[in-house]
Nanobody, 126 residues
Framework: QVRLVESGGGMVQPGGSLRLSCAAS????????MGWYRQAPGKRREMVAR???????NYADSLKGRFTISRDNAKNTVYLQMNNLKPEDTAAYYC????????????????????WGQGTQVTVSS
């Protein structure tokens, strides 16, 4: 199937920046939408940003202008550039992807499955 591995999280001061990466690997046939979600303790998981294979993007309204999502289709990798970070951005950030993978017979499964990474922690604090 498909595995998603996030990296780039850490501790940063308010106003600082971080760049998250998520690399997809496995028996990938194609990846359509990739995105970033986050979840703070005691809160619901929320969408941060999404990007299609063609480069169309969607952002949470409150984050537009501070966060930028991008991807490298050749590397099956999606990025999230986070600028002017605020304490309320503190959360576990998860990578998400809708992908078609190849089965054991090396034939694409005729359905787009949703995959999630394990998450990377982002902490914004002084």
């Amino acid at each position: 199937q498909v595995r998603l591995v996030e990296s780039g999280g850490g501790m940063v001061q308010p106003g600082g920046s971080l760049r998250l990466s998520c690399a997809a690997s496995g028996s990938i046939f194609s990846i359509n939408v990739m995105g970033w979600y986050r979840q703070a303790p005691g809160k619901r998981r929320e969408m941060v940003a999404r990007i299609t294979s063609g480069g169309s993007t969607n952002y949470a309204d409150s984050l537009k202008g501070r966060f930028t999502i991008s991807r490298d289709n050749a590397k099956n990798t999606v990025y999230l550039q986070m600028n002017n970070l605020k304490p309320e951005d503190t959360a576990a950030y998860y990578c998400n992807a809708f992908a078609i993978f190849k089965g054991s017979d090396d034939v694409p499964v005729p359905f787009e499955y949703e995959f999630w990474g394990q998450g990377t922690q982002v902490t914004v604090s002084s």
